[in-house]
T-cell receptor, first 118, second 111 residues
């Protein structure tokens, strides 16, 4: 399978600061990347979809000014949590889809980032 | 009604048993079906991928899709403690559409 690298895997920050999470597709070009949030023992909650070179599409209820997503290249997408607050503490996971054979519609995930806001 | 229903478990079985995990769905447009395995505090890992109805086997894992019943299954043979994880079913209508995930089933294999 394809490899998606996500960094950092764990971050602690003070309330009011911003945190950037990186997601890279290492061995394929990701035309579409997705960002998810996951609370303990719950399923994945899609936050936004980003296509390379265009603005991200956010799901209902997700603040786009708070969760800034950039997909500047076919191998890199970033999620910046701005002015983080304790309620933003969560497990954030990125995923990438190639759109081209042989990977096509298959979705590959990063290892996730645990964010703790103090 | 959710588009995809999955029993959250937990499901606990002894080592060596055959495990059956299932999902039902309501959208008849779904054509692509996937199973992911997720260990605690890790990203999901793609286990099985099938298109339309039928069976697919990969080692100890077998995925079945019954579109007429809107029902998919994942079977794990000779289960091992290392199979203990949360299993998520996922599906989508086309290669460009949003993937819909089940809520996940927590599986525990007892040594």
């Amino acid at each position: 399978g394809a490899v998606v690298s996500q960094h950092p895997s764990w971050v602690i920050c003070k309330s009011g600061t911003s945190v950037k999470i990186e997601c890279r597709s290492l061995d394929f070009q990701a035309t579409t990347m997705f960002w998810y949030r996951q609370f303990p023992k719950q399923s994945l909650m899609l936050m936004a979809t980003s296509n390379e070179g265009s603005k991200a599409t956010y799901e209902q209820g997700v603040e786009k000014d708070k969760f800034l997503i950039n997909h500047a290249s076919l191998t890199l997408s970033t999620l910046t949590v701005t002015s983080a607050h304790p309620e933003d503490s969560s497990f954030y996971i990125c995923s990438a889809r190639s759109g081209q054979a042989p990977l096509q519609e298959k979705l590959f995930f990063g290892s996730g980032t645990q964010l703790s806001v103090l | 009604q959710k588009e995809v229903e999955q029993d959250p478990g937990p499901l606990s079985v002894p080592e060596g048993a055959i495990v059956s995990l299932n999902c039902t769905y309501s959208n008849s447009a779904f054509q692509y079906f996937m199973w992911y395995r997720q260990y605690s505090r890790k990203g999901p890992e793609l286990l099985m991928y099938t298109y339309s109805s039928g069976n697919k086997e990969d080692g100890r894992f077998t995925a079945q899709v019954d579109k007429s019943s809107k029902y998919i299954s994942l079977f794990i043979r000779d289960s091992q403690p290392s199979d203990s994880a949360t299993y998520l079913c996922a599906m989508m209508a086309s290669s460009a559409s949003k993937i819909i995930f089940g809520s996940g089933t927590r599986l525990s294999i007892r040594p």
